[in-house]
Nanobody, 123 residues
Framework: DVQLVESGGGLVQPGGSLRLSCAASGLTYSSYCMGWFRQAPGKDREGVARIASDGGTAYADSVKGRFTISRDNAKNTLYLQMNSLKPEDTAMYYC??????????????????WGQGTQVTVS
């Protein structure tokens, strides 16, 4: 079974930084498109960043220039470096993996596996 376990969330002041991590198991990690989503209270879940198996990345406009997604295929771990955090970044952050392995990573709809989430609060 695919398992995704997030860590690194917490409370941070505006302008601060956090790094989220996601440990993945049960899949050939290096061949999967991976991503980060978030959901704030009362809002729909939204895609934040995604990274393809070849390292290509895409970001939501709201986080471009502030967030960086990366992956360590040797450790089966996904990261999200978040800088210049704003109160509107407050949300539960979820790690996600595509439904199938492969290079396709062009849409937020490719994801089919989710972690339990880690809370990020900017206040």
């Amino acid at each position: 079974d695919v398992q995704l376990v997030e860590s690194g969330g917490g409370l941070v002041q505006p302008g601060g930084s956090l790094r989220l991590s996601c440990a993945a198991s049960g899949l050939t990690y290096s061949s999967y498109c991976m991503g980060w989503f978030r959901q704030a209270p009362g809002k729909d879940r939204e895609g934040v960043a995604r990274i393809a198996s070849d390292g290509g990345t895409a970001y939501a406009d709201s986080v471009k220039g502030r967030f960086t997604i990366s992956r360590d295929n040797a450790k089966n771990t996904l990261y999200l470096q978040m800088n210049s955090l704003k109160p509107e970044d407050t949300a539960m952050y979820y790690c996600a993996a595509a439904r199938f392995g492969g290079r396709w990573c062009q849409s937020w709809s490719v994801f089919g596996y989710w972690g339990q989430g880690t809370q990020v609060t900017v206040s």
